[in-house]
T-cell receptor
């Protein structure tokens, strides 16, 4: 069974540009999460989808970040325009429907560097 | 502000010893507690989760939870060099699995 897949693995962009990160969750997982780890800090929650609906987006830093999950399958996280402080590793995780085992499976992350 | 605190380490133990990793959390309403292992450049991998006070054992790993002290720990028995990694403590609420992570403890097991 394929795990959580994230694209790209690395991205280097200039300040002011736009970047789109993609996450393919494990097939059949209703829950999808985005997290971010800024250098020297802990992994922090960004938002949570249940199927195609945003359940909780309380961790999104500001309106430069836009997450979508069309059709309840893969998700994208767009940063527009990117700022230096957006640099970090962006993790996606998925888990089965609510009420099941609480295991969230993480992808390997996208390392974003804004220069 | 919900916080999860871990000693950043590095924690160094000899092969075969018991490694003890500790974590405290600030929110008394926390309901679920997780230990993830992360090798450098890899994804966090769930080792154990625990909901109730006391101990939970799985192979060489034992998670311990004390809600009164707001403390959760992970013991690794018979530590192996392959256990060398960063161990992340995470705390959750309710059933939506939104997690708050600590910064992680780097464990090194010396052959």
């Amino acid at each position: 069974e394929a795990g959580v897949t994230q694209f790209p693995s690395h991205s280097v962009i200039e300040k002011g540009q736009t970047v789109t990160l993609r996450c393919d969750p494990i097939s059949g997982h209703d829950n999808l999460y985005w997290y971010r780890r800024v250098m020297g800090k802990e992994i922090k929650f960004l938002l949570h989808f249940v199927k195609e609906s945003k359940q909780d987006e309380s961790g999104m830093p500001n309106n430069r970040f836009l997450a979508e999950r069309t059709g309840g399958t893969y998700s994208t996280l767009k940063v527009q325009p990117a700022e230096l402080e957006d640099s970090g590793v962006y993790f996606c995780a998925s888990s089965p429907r609510t009420g099941g085992d609480p295991e969230a499976f993480f992808g390997q992350g996208t390392r974003l560097t804004v220069v | 502000q919900k916080e999860v605190e871990q000693n950043s380490g590095p924690l160094s133990v000899p092969e075969g010893a018991i490694a003890s990793l500790n974590c405290t959390y600030s929110d008394r309403g926390s309901q679920s507690f997780f230990w993830y292992r992360q090798y450098s450049g890899k994804s966090p991998e769930l080792i154990m989760f625990i909901y109730s006070n006391g101990d939970k054992e799985d192979g060489r790993f034992t998670a311990q939870l004390n809600k009164a002290s707001q403390y959760v720990s992970l013991l690794i028995r018979d530590s192996q060099p392959s256990d060398s990694a960063t161990y992340l403590c995470a705390v959750g609420w309710g059933s939506n699995y939104k997690l708050t992570f600590g910064k992680g403890t780097l464990l090194t097991v010396n052959p």
